[in-house]
């Protein structure tokens, strides 16, 4: 009878919903994106235009806080429930996932690791409820993916600091082209060698908006701006941890925020099979629907197969990720790597077998396909993964298995 109880605990384990926190996640979560977000996700992307009322409606929910503690407003849920998150908003509109992955994750996330019992009750709160919109400031105008040649600077000035410098491409920098974001976390130097974390908020003098980066490709219904640094004056009660422990923070948080990049990437998968089964048995030509022609079976099988492939690592890295800790880059970097080119891949397909209406907006795989590129560039391009799992797997390859 044990061995029998066993067998049945071990085949009706979900990897997607492991418990029934998760699964009642799913469902709200199907619900809100059914309900609020898809309706208004093609007039924000043709518009360019970040829907604060939608993200304070996913405040509510606790999404923009899933992964902090209740205690600070939070959901106290874990990498698995972040993935969902991320996964089923993507679905529908992955710009607008984005800007909740830059504030729950990039923002919220880190902060929560890396910042004291005193910031956290000040900041929390009204972050986790979506009063505060938050964003995290790495990328400059010259440096990219090499992130240790930043140059922002933080000087130290009688008993604070001094900031100066610029940051560019950063999500959530405004809420539109006139209103800067409410708080970030800044990585500048404070050594030749050193990196520290600050906390800056708007209505410090000295920071305001830089240029707007509209005319995206994609994502184009999350806000991305670059945000100038003028020798803003900030207090030591906004310095996160010791000085020089910036790096640190960066690494802290990279495997979640590659992880939930990647969750993204299977939402877009996900609703671009979807739209291909359905077209596939609507629409007919020489005479049969579509999915009786062999070229479209091989593009919906090999979707379906590879969407499966992503979204299983994407999950099971998850169940295995301990928040605010390292140790799974390899799976990180690997599954960012797979699933942001399973879901372009899965964009591409669905406008081939839609043909000249995939190629028109009234359909949402032209979009999808928009949105899907960023996730090979953004939070590590493909190379950086290349280079990042090469290093980890010759370290150790124990990591093969």
């Known amino acids: 009878m044990g061995d029998a109880t066993e067998d049945r605990v071990w085949r009706d384990f979900d990897l997607l919903a492991p418990t029934p926190e998760h699964a009642l996640l799913a469902d709200t979560l199907r619900e809100f994106v059914e309900r609020e977000v898809e309706p208004q996700a093609a007039d924000h992307d043709r518009r360019e235009a970040f829907n604060q009322a939608l993200f304070r409606q996913a405040g509510e929910l606790g999404l923009l806080g899933v992964t902090i503690p209740e205690a600070y407003g939070g959901s106290g849920l874990d990498a698995v429930a972040a993935v969902q998150v991320m996964e089923a908003l993507s679905t529908s509109d992955p710009g607008f996932g984005l800007a909740v992955l830059a504030h729950s994750i990039l923002f919220a996330q880190n902060f929560y690791v890396n910042a004291s019992e005193e910031q956290h009750r000040r900041v929390l709160p009204k972050a986790c409820s979506g009063e505060w919109i938050g964003g995290m400031c790495m990328t400059e105008p010259e440096v990219g993916t090499d992130v240790l040649a930043l140059r922002t600077r933080a000087e130290r000035k009688g008993d604070g600091y001094e900031l100066t410098g610029t940051k560019t491409f950063i999500t959530n920098g405004g ?25 800056v908020e708007k209505g410090m003098p000295g920071f305001q908006l830089g240029q707007k980066w509209t005319d995206k490709l994609g994502m184009r219904s999350s806000f991305t701006a670059e945000l100038v640094f003028d020798a803003v004056p900030v207090s030591p009660a906004n310095r996160i941890g010791a000085e020089g422990e910036g790096t640190t923070h960066m690494m802290r948080n990279l495997e979640i925020e590659r992880l939930v990049l990647a969750a993204q990437a299977t939402g877009i998968a996900k609703r671009c099979l979807q739209v291909m089964i359905d077209y596939a048995g609507e629409r007919r030509a020489f005479g049969k629907p579509l999915r009786e022609h062999g070229q479209i079976q091989r593009y919906i099988a090999e979707t379906y197969a590879e969407y499966r492939a992503a979204r299983t690592y994407v999950y099971d890295t998850a169940r295995r990720l301990d928040l605010g800790r390292t140790g799974q880059r390899v799976d990180a970097d690997g599954t960012k790597l797979f699933a942001s080119q399973v879901g372009k891949r899965a964009a591409d397909a669905a406008i081939q077998v839609l043909g000249g209406n995939g190629y028109m907006g009234e359909y949402v795989v032209q979009r999808l396909w928009r949105d899907a590129k960023l996730l090979e560039i953004g939070g590590g391009t493909l190379e950086a993964h290349h280079k990042n799992m090469t290093k980890d797997l010759a370290r150790d390859p124990s990591l093969v298995g």
């Open 175 to 199: 809420v539109d082209a006139e209103t800067l974001g409410d708080v970030f976390i800044v990585y500048a130097r404070t050594g030749e060698r050193e990196i520290s974390s600050f906390l």
